[in-house]
């Protein structure tokens, strides 16, 4: 049971990892830890963790996720972005 | 779901860190709890110093290891404590640490409220003192309860109280969590494992399969009540409860004692179970490199669990408490759900469990007083 505000994730909108949040690099993905909320969280692929890394140099999530796997694949990574907004690995910047 | 295997199956062969690393400063205690986990109770003189500490977390922190629980013993005790916790957070490693709560009074609370980074677990063994009490020693539950109060009364935000399941506790799992409410904290409950003085009450101690069944349901309605992941070999029931479902000894767990020794796990401080120690070459060397945690995280032999359709849920459970209670590797749980733990105990009745190995236990019974 959270009691923040659900967050709500636009692929459209600028988005950047949190500075509480650290990271650190498995061979599936990574582990990403926030340390105010203490969650952790598993980030499921490689891919994922460059997109993660490199959302604050993109204009949209949407151009991050582009710049790092096939468009096919872009739903399925606008998803995971989403789920991590909601633990607030990421947030809108 | 498929991905969830997958990544089960990639924590089974060990992370470049562990996940849950737990680090016990002392074996002091100015309690003796007929359970504890860690025969605590004196002082071991070659216990880390304070300088070896503070070197101890900046090797964590440079692993990336979020956060450390820290237990004992009590920690509390120790007169650097502070030190270390602040030390720790400052160089961004959370501290989640457990403690019987009888050094925290009013000023200690209002300390521990302004440090960022840090979560406290209080523990009590029932509902009431005279459960509870009967596990850890008169007058310990009044204790623990003044320090819930001081740190409601200093704002410390949700702490958590750590409960150890027994026989004389299941049936108090509702007024347990009505406690929490009723202080804003958060219910954590744990398996009664038979490490340390546990081995010897834990045939007294231990649920009954009817209460673990109650347990297993009452958890599945409280995903919000942590476990530490400890009732993993209930899943074996059905649903699978909440967390990774699998033994994480020396694969995403271990335990670095007051010494310095890493053990696969915090109940099993034994030579046994003994990877190296952090004086040597550092705590990477020994999580990467020691032939113990490389033969850990083999694939497992399932043993006489290989038939059980529910293998996949369970994993024949915990190690600890297969080892503790005289059983193998390969036997399945003692208290499987399925009754086959305690057939394989008849069958070994021959009263072969080993002993802890350190014993820091106190030697005359202690006296509140003299806390
Ligand atoms: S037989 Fe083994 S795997 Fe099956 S429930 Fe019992 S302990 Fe678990
Ligand atoms: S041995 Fe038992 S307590 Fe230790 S990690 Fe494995 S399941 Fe958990």
Redesign the pocket.
Known sequence: MSLAPPVTFDAHAPWQLSAEVSLRDEAFGALAYHHGNRRLVFLKSPALVDIVRDLENYHTAADAIGAHVASSQQGAYERALASLARSEIIHGR | MGAEITLRDRFERGLAAPICLTWELTYACNLACTHCLSSSGRRDPNELSTDEATALIDEIAAMKIFYVNIGGGEPMIRRDFFTIVEHAVSRHVGVKFSTNGTRIDAAAARRLASTDYLDIQISIDGADALTSDAVRGAGTYDQARRAMDHLRDANFGPFKISVVMTRHNVGQLDDLAALADAYGAELRLT?L?PSGRGVDVWDALHPTAQQNRDLYRWLLDRPNVLTG??F?HLSALGEPLEGLNL???GRV?CLIDPVGNVY?????IHDEFLAGNVRDRGFEAVWTESELFRSLREPGNPGACASCGSYDACRG?????KFFTGLEMTDPDPECVFGHGETALAAKRVEIRPSPSPDHSRRTPVSLSAK
Do not use: L
């Open positions: 398996r494992r992941d400890s993993f033994c994480g000894a767990v696969a796990c915090p109940f099993v459970g915990c190690m600890a408490a």
